[in-house]
């Protein structure tokens, strides 16, 4: 297949495009490196040193001997976006390349204001070229579990069957995000639904739990090949910042009970639902939804975790929470539609962890402390980027 991937060059994007050049895909990525972009606002930079692109894809075709064309523009220029999409011809466009942080959307207007118009108008640049160049290219969409929230019933794969006043109709699951970044997603899926429905587009909307990991069987081939791994406090994921926090020797900053619960996924199982959802394409109409996770954990969970599989003294904090978020609750998440096509889940285990604390400890000395406590407070419409500022 032709794979385009938006934002190939983030966290997430580069070793999809990886895998999916592996398994013999004609693969092209595209970014506006906004991503480094944010390291340079908030004075940080990836835990992991990471290469720019040209060295990227000229280190894997040395490696692999596979060719990946790379795009340099922005989707909110939709001359740009429709232009791309004709000359790449893609079967598949997966999309990444939105903000991707709950923390940086909530740190005043101006943020959030960027977050939505960059997330929900690229979005709708790349849905008016896909009907333009071809309606039958399948979207592959990154959204998230932050999506739903978390609602006292079952949470189903995207939607629900309802029956209301002893009338039933099969509509869109209800949302109840938790921050403007994670509303941006409920904008998009909305977007992308009446897309499907109005123009009879394709598109499989993947709300994708929490990552964690840094390496995947491709970008350990080479360090040229490497992808970001983030810590701080407005861009790190939270297992990545408790296994970097016990390395550290610092307590890990469990943010109010701890009884949070979210999804959870493994790196290398993102990069292979990506795959299994490009190669099994949605129907032509049809707006799929799966949830990408693969386990359940509660925030002190995943601290216990990273804890017993440290080897040394972990101390646990629980910081006054800077987030506006349910501690005790309910969390039933159905997630077998990636299953059903094959995915064999990578479970939380001591080995991964093993050789995460194995990344963190090689590059302790990058990290900048400035960078670690939470600065961003949900209550405010206004806060400072970090500890030291
Ligand atoms: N948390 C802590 N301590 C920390 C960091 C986070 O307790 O030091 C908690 C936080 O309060 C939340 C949970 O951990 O309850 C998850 O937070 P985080 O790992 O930052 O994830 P999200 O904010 O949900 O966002 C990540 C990705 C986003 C993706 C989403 C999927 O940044 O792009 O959509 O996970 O759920």
Redo the contacts with the bound molecule.
Sequence with gaps: MRILVLGGDGYLGWPTALHLSDCGHDVAVADNYARRGYDHEMGVQSLVPIEPMQVRVDAWREVSGKTIKSYYGDLVDGDFTTEMIRDFRPDTIVHFAEQ????YSMIDRKHAVYTQQNNVVGNLNVLFAIQEVDPEIHLVKLG???EYGTPNIDIEEGWLEVTHNGRSDRMLYPKKPG?F??LS?VHDSHNIEFACRIWGLRATDLN????YGQETPQTVRDPRLATRFDYD?I????LN??VIQAVLGHPL????S?G?T??AIDIRDTVECIRLASENPAAQGEFRVFNQITESFS?GEIAKVVANSFDGQVEVEHVD?P?V?QHEHYYNVKHTGLVELGLEPHLLSNTLIESLFGVAEAHKDRVDLGAMR?TVNWRTASSPLRTDS
């Design positions: 991707r942080a709950a923390p998230t579990m932050g921050s970044y994670h997603k994708q739990g929490v990552v406090a861009f790190g994921t939270v910042r408790f900053t469990v943010y109010g701890g949070q979210r999804g925030v929470n987030r978020e939470p």
